[in-house]
């Protein structure tokens, strides 16, 4: 995005001797962004936990959970932090071509793993857990919604990265902004390693 | 997009500005093993599902993921490397949210009753 | 108490005091918190006073030294002489971190121990002839909140094993009465709450803090009225348009009244025997028995299943109370009449006497009766239940 | 270029068309253009002054409106429904739109200037968050027009907020309004948070920050962490009242428990975020009108933080009475009555910061000083309901409404009009007057206490909180009459600031600014002369010490006695700085804030809005990255060439 990323002007030139902590705004930002963060998905996770057994008269977690299915598409997210990582190492070499193509390919990981959600989602439905079933419907489809959405958002600002890219404006040094997604990114599949293990893995309640 | 923050704005040379002053960066080979080391853990995880261990399965899940969330916080955000002021805010956020949402659950009872 | 013993001294006693004076010399203050009626109402009074009284002291020590700084250190302009410069003092400071610190400790264990005291329950079963039979009654009521009355319920057998979690579909009562109840003065009674639709809060002031009626939840608390007397409460829970209009009231009696009482309410509905109180009976049939209930005319399970909260109040002993719609008009007439006016009002137009969302089928509707059908409801609803007497009417009064 | 502070922020006057046309910066004009384009922190501050002051006006009328209702029993003047209406959007709008928002005024104006920084580490980012919060709070106040509004409390408790309950779009306008003011101070407690770290002067270390500096630090701190659970909680309203979730619906088997408890763990943070930021206002006038340094600074700074940490974990004391069982009340009663202990640390160290100082009774000092005073009542009733046994009869009753107005009023208000007075001729170039003043202060003192005093009587005989009428003979008439002419009282004071305002910048017309350090005070903002111009400081301050500018007048003779050897003329810079690089004006912040009650009303009335708005969104995020940096004017150059400020990566 480099070029064209808007720039500020410097609060001030002289401010450069300030007593700060010497990091980049931006990644602070991101930083502080990502521990308000976990407020809001922890919430989401308790909200589950206490309705996950309250699934009225429709199915029950434990019927309807799909583990190897799932178990797919988290490892598919899980890589797609490997790609993420590999693409800003890419950039920090200066390769540009392998850093196009990680971030692609990142890109195309998250949007598997999206599309896994759809299917999951719509296999739900047909088999009787529509989003107003019951408290852990609405629980349920809320959390890994509100997931969905963060990694929806993540890979429209990966395609921003690449098509940058392409346009040839996302250079060596503008690593920080790839590495400030990557942050994003990853902090999203971490979110998933713990909704993975917490909601599917351990045991849920069956009618 | 300039990855010089203000601090160091008298520095103009753009090295890739992490703050991460004089670390090395890991090399690709490591990010693998790293990679490799998850997915090997989620496996395992996995195959707590098709494999009985009893009364060990939640404590068990719980370190694998925890040592999952570690080693992509540390490896893949560059905790490890980077400013432990960023470790603050994250470890601070997640400490806040365990805590408080811990209690609600327990006013819940969730921890009694599931 | 000895904590309480212990801070009536100085400034206390006048904080407290002024406290005390200004909010008792109200007349009719009937839900004055500071006037405890029963033991756990007192145990809390013995509590919060001496914490008040803390308060109070803290208070004028922070409100006197700030005038008092006021006064000596202001700048008088008589000299340009700057003060001392003091950065801190580490020990004050420590002083001024424990020492409160310590106080609140010490409030701390007399919270934590009424506190318990409040939670605890015992048995405490009494002999009471119900229907000709002797019965040992823990005495325990379910307490049912809706917009924006509450209903009484009394289960001779006792609450357990009932299934509670549905509130709009309860299992037949001994009793069931609306607004005013009445227990057995000196006992502890258990409330069981559960709640038709919002949270509501249930509060008598005098014989005990509140607890609310949360939906889908059951919650129990406990009263207890040293003697005989009336105690007036309201729902303290925002539930909604008429939340203000959602009081109640308790009538603790001697053991002898409380069976009389018992005995009266289990009566079933007295056949009407004049011509307009047939005719009334026939118009209540038709119009209002799919909302109200009156024991031997219909029962509990027909109610009308459209109400949001699925119940009206069971008019069997409606003439037993003296306060209708939420304990907010007097039935009577101080003299003992009937109050025919209000009665009437509200049964030609319910929502205009009390704020209700009756098109939302919440409250009363308006019914639609002409005045002569008016006329004959009120013959008939005047043979339901007995008369209070005179003095239970002045004592009740709220309008 | 000179400091003359009428000429709108921006040095890039006649800058040159850029290469990306569209996206070309405003180049910032007079007038009203130069507001609404504004990215400096100042213009901004003034802003949220501005707008939570109109705010105020309105959650005062509707204050008025309750307590005309409630003069008499059986009151007439409001039916149920609309006192219900008027109630909810009174708490609604005090807290959030006035109370949040002053701080955010005070924040933003002062934060930069006491850090000695340029503006804010993101300043179209800060623009942003402002119109983000004037769009929120507008888009809740049009639910009047809508004659919707909502009717729930400002604590909404489920279910009878749920659609069964609450059909109208009342408590659709109050999770959407909140949403969007809720995301408005999300973005600026980070920004904050990373101005506060990053764009320190040289030599000032976090303990050199003044504390008022700090307290606003730890409260963008409880907002990150706060904001997002009632993010959730919102979230999980609107998609019950919208898409027929079952997050509040006892019939579906849910609980409504759920939504208190979101609510209080966002809320009782909440109270302190609207607290701490007087407690640093008041931190910084005591001192200056004592002569003396603040009493203890490492304790004040440390048990600000403490109140910050305590406050995560008291939140159920709202729930005393709602059945979450004795061992859970047992535990929040201990750890809310803990939270006096570092509160009052900061009560005694004021008072010891008066001790034996030389006191200025300036209108500034008297709020502060009336802020000490009068939170202690708030305080201490608050300690009353800590507790648990004793909330059971005080809870829901107007005896909690005294404690909160006693705190909010008493404590966060009160000390924002001590900041409108010290602060006023940083802000405008003159004084507000002095005289009125008092008669503010007095008249707004007196009138608080006529009206908030009595409800703890009345709340200790047993009159409940949100009741739109009473009957006589509970004894509730006499207080309630009391509190009434009170109120009015308040409007009175309310009205001599007016006033003030009004007659201070007519006398001050067409004469010089005051000079510096009108105060004699004792912090970095004053190095800038009054106004600040708009760029702040000329050179960069080296901080030696708290207290930096004090310390710059004062030293000590021979036998240890204070002396100026400095005057404050010569102090101050002169603000005639030229090389000063500032940040181009920007359209998007209030394009892009627009679109947020289009979304709002969109899921009320019509999807399609909520497309437009959506897109509005999403076009202005991407003409916000596409912006160019800034004005290509040479004669500023680039200084610091590549070490522009990137704002907002396209990332969250
Ligand atoms: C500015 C906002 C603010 C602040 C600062 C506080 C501060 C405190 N609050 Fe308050 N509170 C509110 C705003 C605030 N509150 C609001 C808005 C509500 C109502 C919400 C609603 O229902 O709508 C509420 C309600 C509320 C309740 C729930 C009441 C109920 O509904 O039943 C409780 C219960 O514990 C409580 C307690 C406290 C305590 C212990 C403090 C403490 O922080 C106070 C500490 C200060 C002091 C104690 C004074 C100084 C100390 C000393 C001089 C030291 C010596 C003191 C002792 C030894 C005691 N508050
Ligand atoms: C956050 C800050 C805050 C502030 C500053 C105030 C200020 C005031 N409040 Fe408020 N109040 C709350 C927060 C606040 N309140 C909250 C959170 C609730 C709970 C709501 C709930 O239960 O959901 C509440 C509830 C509440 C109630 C209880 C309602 C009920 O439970 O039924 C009452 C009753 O008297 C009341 C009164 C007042 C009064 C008289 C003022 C006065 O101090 C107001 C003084 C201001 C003025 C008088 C304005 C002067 C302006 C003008 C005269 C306008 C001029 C006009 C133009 C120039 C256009 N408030
Ligand atoms: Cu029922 Cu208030
Ligand atoms: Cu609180």
């Known amino acids: 995005m480099a070029d064209v990323m808007t720039t500020e002007a410097p609060a001030a030139a002289h401010q450069s001797e300030g007593a700060g902590t010497g990091i980049s705004n931006n990644k602070l930002l991101m930083w502080v962004f990502l521990g308000s963060e976990c407020l809001l998905f922890g919430g989401l996770i308790s909200t589950y936990l206490i309705y996950r057994s309250r699934f009225h008269t429709g199915p029950a977690p434990g019927d309807i959970f799909d583990i190897p299915f799932t178990s797919v598409s988290s490892f598919v997210l899980l890589m797609s932090s490997l790609t993420m990582v590999l693409a800003l190492s890419a950039l920090n070499r200066g390769d540009i071509r392998n850093n196009r193509l990680w971030l692609l390919t990142t890109a195309l990981l998250g949007s598997l793993f999206i599309g896994?959600?759809?299917?999951?989602?719509?296999?739900?439905?047909?088999?009787?857990?529509?989003?107003?079933?019951?408290?852990?419907?609405?629980?349920?489809?809320?959390?890994?919604?509100?997931?969905?959405?963060?990694?929806?958002?993540?890979?429209?600002?990966?395609?921003?990265?690449?098509?940058s890219s392409l346009r040839g404006s996302l250079r060596q040094e503008h690593s920080e902004t790839v590495e400030i997604v990557g942050l994003y990114w990853h902090f999203v599949d971490i979110v998933w390693i713990f909704i993975f293990t917490v909601i599917y893995l351990v045991p849920s309640p069956t009618s | 997009m300039s990855t010089t923050d203000i601090a160091q704005s008298g520095d103009t040379s753009h090295d890739g500005g992490h703050g991460d002053e004089g670390h090395e960066h890991p090399s690709d080979a490591k990010y693998i093993q790293i990679a490799a080391i998850l997915g090997v853990l989620t496996a395992l995880e996995v195959s707590t599902y098709f494999v009985n261990i009893g009364p060990a399965l939640i404590p068990t899940l719980m370190v694998m993921m925890g040592v999952k969330f570690f080693l992509v916080a540390a490896w893949f955000m560059h905790l490890r490397f980077d400013s432990s002021l960023f470790t603050k805010f994250f470890v601070g956020g997640l400490v806040l949210a365990t805590g408080v949402y811990m209690i609600a659950l327990t006013a819940f009872e969730f921890w009694t009753k599931g | 108490m000895i904590l309480k013993r212990l801070c009536r001294s100085g400034p206390a006693v006048l904080a407290g005091g002024l406290l005390a004076l200004l909010s008792g010399c109200a007349a009719g203050a009937e839900l004055d918190t500071l006037k405890p009626q029963g033991p756990y109402a007192r145990s809390i009074d013995n509590l919060s006073d001496p914490v008040f009284m803390v308060a109070g002291v803290v208070f004028f020590i922070i409100f006197g030294g700030t005038a008092l700084m006021w006064y000596r250190f202001r700048d008088d302009h008589t000299d340009e002489e700057f003060p001392e410069q003091i950065h801190g003092n580490f020990r004050l400071e420590i002083l001024w971190t424990v020492v409160p610190a310590l106080i609140l400790v010490v409030i701390s264990v007399f919270t934590i121990a009424t506190l318990t005291g409040l939670n605890e329950y015992e048995d405490n079963a009494m002999a009471l002839s119900v229907d000709g039979a002797e019965v040992s009654w823990e005495p325990e009521i379910l307490v049912v909140g809706q917009q924006w009355w509450w209903e009484y319920r009394y289960y001779f057998d006792g609450l357990d094993g009932l299934d509670l979690s549905d509130a709009r579909h309860l299992p037949p009562a001994d009793i069931v009465t609306a607004n005013q109840f009445a227990i057995p003065a000196g006992e502890e009674i258990e409330l069981t709450l559960v709640s038709r639709d919002v949270i509501h809060s249930h509060w008598i002031p005098a014989l005990n803090g509140k607890r609310d009626a949360v939906p889908g939840r059951v919650t129990s608390w406990k009263i207890a009225a040293d003697e005989p007397g009336f105690f007036f409460g309201q729902c303290t829970e925002f539930c909604g348009l008429s939340h203000s209009r959602m009081r109640m009231q308790v009538v603790a009696m001697t053991h002898d009244d409380f069976q009389d009482w018992v005995r009266r309410q289990l009566q079933p509905a007295a056949e009407p025997t004049g011509e307009a109180a047939v005719r009334g009976r026939e118009v209540f049939e038709s119009q209002c028995a799919r909302c109200h209930v009156v024991n031997g005319v219909n029962d509990e399970t027909s109610?009308?299943?459209?109400?949001?909260?699925?119940?009206?109040?069971?008019?069997?002993?409606?003439?037993?109370?003296?306060?209708?719609?939420?304990?907010?008009?007097?039935?009577?007439?101080?003299?003992?009449?009937?109050?025919?006016?209000?009665?009437?009002?509200?049964?030609?137009?319910?929502p205009a006497e009390k704020p209700a969302y009756a098109e939302g089928r919440r409250?009363?509707?308006?019914?639609?009766?002409?005045?002569?059908?008016?006329?004959d409801v009120v013959a008939y609803l005047v043979t339901l239940g007995e008369t209070p007497t005179l003095d239970i009417i002045a004592a009740t009064e709220v309008e | 270029m000179t400091a003359t502070t009428t000429t709108p922020a921006t040095v890039g006057e006649g800058a040159a068309a850029q290469p990306?046309?569209?996206?070309?910066?405003?180049k910032g004009g007079n007038g009203w253009r130069d507001w609404v384009t504004t990215v400096d922190h100042k213009k901004i501050g003034i802003l949220y002054g501005a707008a939570a002051l109109f705010f105020f006006a309105i959650g005062g009328l509707e204050a008025l409106l309750i307590r005309l209702q409630m003069a008499t029993p059986d009151g007439t003047v409001l039916g149920a429904d609309m006192y219900n209406q008027v109630f909810t959007m009174h708490g609604v709008t005090m807290v959030f739109l006035v109370i949040m928002p002053l701080a955010a005024a005070f924040a933003n104006y002062l934060l930069p200037l006491q850090i000695g920084a340029r503006d804010v580490a993101f300043p179209r980012l800060n623009a942003l968050s402002f119109w983000i919060f004037l769009a929120g709070g507008l888009f809740l106040n049009t639910s009047w027009l809508f004659g919707d509004a909502p009717t729930g409390g400002w604590f909404a408790y489920a279910p009878n907020t749920g659609v069964t309950f609450s059909p109208g779009h009342g408590m659709d306008f109050y999770a959407l309004g909140l949403q969007i003011t809720g995301i408005a101070s999300l973005l600026s407690a980070m920004n904050l948070i990373v101005t506060v770290l990053n764009m320190r002067a040289p030599g000032m270390t976090l303990f050199k920050m003044p504390v008022f500096t700090w307290m606003i630090l730890v409260v963008q701190f409880l907002l990150l962490f706060a904001i997002p659970v009632i993010t959730v909680a919102l979230f999980l309203l609107l998609f019950d009242r919208n898409f027929g979730a079952n997050f509040f619906n006892p019939e579906m088997g849910s609980d409504p428990l759920l939504w208190q408890h979101l609510f209080w763990i966002f809320g009782h943070p909440e109270v302190y975020v609207l607290i701490l930021p007087s407690f640093g206002i008041v931190s910084e006038v005591i001192p200056t009108f004592s002569r003396k340094p603040i009493f203890g600074y490492e304790f004040m700074v440390f048990s600000g933080i403490a109140i910050g940490f305590m406050g995560w974990g008291v939140w159920a004391h709202h729930m005393f009475v709602s059945g979450v069982g004795p061992?859970?009340?047992?535990?929040?009663?201990l750890s809310t009555m803990f939270i006096a202990v570092p509160t009052g640390v900061k009560i005694l160290n004021w008072m010891a910061t008066m001790w034996g100082g030389k006191l200025r009774f300036t209108t500034a000092m008297l709020f502060a000083t009336g802020v000490v005073s009068m939170f202690t009542v708030g305080g201490l009733s608050g300690v009353t309901h800590a507790v648990a046994p004793a909330d059971t009869q005080q809870t829901d009753t107007y005896y909690i409404v005294a404690h909160f107005h006693y705190v909010i009023f008493g404590g966060a208000l009160l000390g924002?009009?001590?900041?409108?007075?010290?602060?006023?001729?940083?802000?405008?170039?003159?004084?507000?007057?002095?005289?009125?003043?008092?008669?503010?202060?007095?008249?707004?003192?007196?009138?608080?206490?006529?009206?908030?005093?009595?409800?703890?009587?009345?709340?200790?005989?047993?009159?409940?909180?949100?009741?739109?009428?009473?009957s006589p003979g509970f004894g509730f008439e006499l207080w309630n009459l009391v509190a009434t002419i009170g109120a009015f009282t308040i409007a009175l004071g309310v009205l001599f600031f007016a006033l003030n305002v009004i007659f201070s910048a007519r006398r001050a017309r067409g004469l010089p600014p005051v000079g510096p350090d009108p105060w004699d005070a004792r912090s970095l903002e004053w190095f800038c002369p009054n106004p600040t111009p708009v760029h702040n400081f000329d050179e960069l301050i080296q901080v030696e010490s708290l207290d930096e500018f004090w310390h710059r007048k004062y030293g000590t003779d021979e036998n240890g006695r204070i002396v100026r050897v400095a005057t404050a003329e010569e102090v101050c810079q002169k603000g005639d700085a030229t090389d000063v690089h500032l940040p181009s004006p920007s359209y998007w912040p209030v394009v892009l804030a627009a679109g947020f009650p289009l979304i709002g009303y969109g899921i009320?009335?019509?999807?399609?809005?909520?497309?437009?708005?959506?897109?509005?969104?999403?076009?202005?995020?991407?003409?916000?990255v596409f912006e160019p940096p800034d004005d290509p004017d040479g004669a500023h150059g680039h200084e610091a060439d590549g070490a522009a400020e990137p704002e907002e990566a396209p990332v969250g």
Not at chain 1, 124 to 136: A, D, I, M, Q
Not at chain 3, 323 to 342: K, V
Not at chain 3, 363 to 375: F, K
């Open chain 3, 363 to 375: 409250g009363m509707p308006a019914m639609g009766l002409s005045e002569d059908q008016i006329d």
């Open chain 4, 327 to 333: 061992i859970a009340v047992g535990a929040f009663t």
């Open chain 3, 303 to 350: 109610k009308g299943a459209d109400l949001v909260s699925n119940a009206a109040p069971n008019l069997t002993h409606l003439m037993s109370r003296t306060t209708f719609a939420g304990g907010i008009f007097n039935l009577y007439e101080p003299g003992g009449n009937l109050n025919r006016t209000r009665l009437e009002a509200w049964l030609r137009n319910a």
């Open chain 4, 416 to 470: 924002f009009f001590a900041g409108f007075y010290f602060w006023w001729p940083k802000v405008f170039g003159h004084m507000l007057g002095e005289r009125l003043g008092k008669w503010n202060f007095w008249t707004m003192l007196i009138g608080f206490n006529l009206t908030f005093g009595p409800m703890h009587i009345l709340g200790l005989q047993g009159m409940s909180r949100r009741i739109d009428t009473y």
């Open chain 1, 116 to 163: 896994g959600q759809v299917y999951e989602f719509t296999t739900f439905v047909r088999e009787g857990l529509g989003y107003t079933t019951s408290p852990f419907s609405s629980a349920f489809f809320t959390l890994t919604g509100f997931h969905g959405i963060h990694v929806s958002v993540g890979i429209v600002m990966l395609m921003s990265l690449f098509i």
């Open chain 4, 20 to 26: 990306l046309g569209v996206y070309t910066r405003p």
């Open chain 4, 604 to 624: 009320m009335y019509n999807l399609w809005l909520c497309a437009a708005g959506g897109i509005l969104v999403v076009m202005s995020i991407y003409a916000w």
